[in-house]
């Protein structure tokens, strides 16, 4: 595997992690006002077919070479971090009434 596939993905779950948190950011503070919930929406659909396609290419990359698989079960690992967090942030949105608890 070379290094490219597994920085990419890398790349990828830590931006997918970033517009996440920012998304969760402003719907604490915002609410509903400001962080449309559809563009919100359509960016986790995004988010979950990017990451598992890259999911699948590293798992094929790290079957297929034995020399770099430890640096492709990190890769795999780091993006698979994103799943719990994504979890935690829809029982935050779920259970906190509205804007501005925070404060």
């Not at 935690?88 to 259970?95: E, G, N």
Request: aromatic letters at 14%.
């Amino acid at each position: 595997m070379k290094n490219n596939i597994s920085n990419t993905g890398k790349t990828i779950a830590l931006v997918s992690f970033v517009i996440g948190t920012i998304f969760l950011a402003f719907y604490l503070y915002y609410g509903e006002t400001v962080v449309n919930v559809f563009l919100a929406f359509l960016f986790v659909v995004a988010a979950i077919i990017t990451n598992t396609v890259v999911l699948t290419v590293i798992i094929g990359a790290a079957i297929l070479n034995r020399i770099d698989r430890l640096e492709a079960l990190k890769t795999i690992a780091i993006i698979l971090l994103n799943i719990p967090i994504a979890i935690l942030y829809f029982y935050m949105i779920i259970s906190f009434p509205g804007p501005k608890f925070l404060l």
